[in-house]
């Protein structure tokens, strides 16, 4: 048997308490069924704090890309694992009190603004793994197939529980409203043969259920510190299938329902592609550039299913698949959306939204000039942005955008009190400040302990900064001896096939680049004079400028 070893955890589930972990396994049983492999520790912020430190602060380090916190008589669980990472972190209230988890449930929800923790319901181990996978889905696509094929598997479920109510209240569901009809007797069931049948047929048996199964690590196989956690990893199985344990009543079809006639079924949506440019490259109105939405859809018994049975031997194997439009640079659409500058269509935003999420590239307008973007919180994503441009990804620093002020809590250390009068008035706006970043936050958009930051002011980017919730990479589009570019079609001619879209908001106004000013240390010193003017930025700091 392969080593586990080989499998890096994505879901981290902390316990406060042994008695926690009755509620969390099925929570645990979830994430196995869906293929996602976790850690669990057991460790109380009264106890031993210093095992809470340690896992919290180690989870980037194992892979860990969410952490899942059980928070009974520890309510206050989660956001002590926040203090020592910048993962999400979703918490599960646990019935182990009097209040029977309401004391709980209100410690996670009524966290500080900006605290990166999540909470679900009472109990609700289950709908945290399901949120920890939409998070993973993210950044790993075989994660949204297995969320779609379970919303394929909800769907049925509803249908066949549509039908066999339909059958037993006939007039309750009679879209006519009509008047209440009688049962028909075995006298009125009858055809040309005869009377028909009506004994129910018996289920036929159902096919066991394989469901994987978790291993614990010997101490030999992982890091000092880390012996005796339980890895899951999913066991092989049949193609086509997706395992489930019997203990999970809300997913574990009856035998009832394993016989039942076969029922419309919903096929996942494939991923969406952007929308192919006319023959001038343009996508000019709302109907053209939504053309490429694909919505899921509804395969009737006899008919050619669209998604191959097959889906899910990817679906649950270990292996990313390979997506041409996300991993390579050459060969994209580069569609070219036109925007209202003044009113941009929202559907095309969340089109471009997606595209970053999912790692793509995008042309964006700033105040000032056309840039290129990516999400900041995406390294491989990054990566090929400053590959775009020809750039050594270790060397080279990125500007960041951000939606508003607030956002800078969790990016930087510090905001200066002299500057947040220039802040006031300079963002949104053409000035990027230099503070001193976070050691723990994007260490893959720069590598000196300096990041910059800036609030735009044109709408496209700020409606899609604000969508968005996160910050995002930009470099300029200047290439060769060009300077920046201030037009799409300047952005279309430099990069097409290079990017996935561009967002074309007309001409930017100013063609002027920003102002740079560090703030690291007083007085402050202004690195580059671009739209916003050194007499400006001195009225405001006097003698806190140098």
Avoid at 275 to 290: F, K, M, Q, Y
Wanted: net charge negative.
């Amino acid at each position: 048997m392969a080593k586990i070893t080989q499998f890096k955890p994505l879901v981290g589930v902390v316990l406060g308490s042994r008695s926690d972990f009755n509620v969390m396994r099925r929570g645990l049983e979830t994430l196995r069924v869906m293929g996602v492999p976790y850690i669990f520790e057991i460790a109380s912020p009264h106890r031993t704090p210093e095992r809470v430190a340690k896992f919290a602060s180690t989870a980037g380090e194992m892979g860990i890309e969410v952490l899942i916190a059980a928070a009974g008589g520890n309510g206050q669980l989660p956001g002590i694992l926040a203090c020592y990472t910048t993962l999400p972190v979703i918490g599960v209230p646990i019935d182990a009190t009097p209040m029977r988890g309401e004391d709980a449930l209100l410690g996670i929800s009524q966290m500080p603004p900006g605290t990166p923790v999540a909470t679900v319901g009472i109990n609700s181990a289950e709908n945290a793994a399901i949120l920890a996978a939409q998070i993973l889905a993210i950044k790993h696509p075989r994660f949204r197939e297995v969320l779609a094929h379970r919303r394929m598997t909800a769907g049925q479920k509803l249908e066949r529980f549509l039908v066999e109510l339909a059958n037993e209240y006939p007039d309750l569901c009679d879209t006519q409203f009509t008047a209440p009809r009688p049962r028909p007797s075995v006298s009125d069931v009858e055809t040309e043969g005869g009377t028909e049948d009506s004994t129910p047929v018996p289920p036929e048996e159902t096919t066991e259920r394989i469901r994987p199964g978790a291993v614990l690590i010997e101490r030999s196989s992982v890091k000092a510190g880390q012996a005796g956690h339980l890895v899951s990893t999913p066991l092989p199985q049949e193609p086509g299938t997706v395992t489930e344990d019997s203990s999970l009543a809300d997913d574990t079809p009856s035998p009832t329902e394993s016989a039942t006639a076969e029922t419309p079924r919903m096929s996942p949506a494939p991923p969406s592609a952007p929308a192919r440019p006319a023959s001038n490259g343009v996508v000019s109105n709302r109907e053209d550039a939504l053309s490429s939405d694909v919505t899921p859809t509804i395969e009737r018994p006899g008919e050619k299913p669209s998604v191959p049975v097959t889906v899910m031997e990817r679906v649950l194997s270990r292996e990313e698949p390979h997506d041409t439009d996300q991993n390579t640079q050459e060969d994209l659409d580069s569609t070219v959306f036109t925007l209202d500058s003044t009113d941009p269509d929202v559907n095309v935003l969340e089109h471009a939204m997606l595209v970053l999420l999912e790692g793509g590239l995008i042309a964006m307008p700033t105040d000032t000039v056309y840039g290129l973007a990516a999400d900041a919180t995406n390294p491989e994503a990054v990566r090929r942005l400053l590959e775009l441009k020809g750039h050594d990804p270790a060397k080279k620093s990125l500007a960041m955008l951000i939606g508003d002020t607030t956002a800078l809590d969790n990016l930087v250390t510090e905001v200066p009190g002299p500057l947040e009068r220039v802040l006031d008035a300079f963002w949104p706006g053409a000035l990027t400040v230099l503070f001193t970043r976070r050691p723990t936050v994007l260490p893959n958009v720069s590598e000196s302990p300096s990041i910059g930051v800036r609030v735009p002011a044109d709408p496209v980017a700020l409606q899609l900064l604000m969508m968005m919730s996160r910050p995002l990479a930009v470099i300029n589009t200047a290439k060769g001896t060009h300077p920046p570019a201030t037009t799409a079609q300047e952005v279309l001619e430099r990069f097409s096939g290079r990017v996935n879209c561009i967002l074309d908001a007309g001409p930017c106004s100013a063609g002027e680049a920003s102002t740079v000013l560090s703030a690291l240390i007083e007085p402050f010193e202004l690195l580059r004079e671009g739209a916003v003017k050194r007499d400006e930025l001195k009225r405001l700091l006097g003698d806190k400028l140098k």
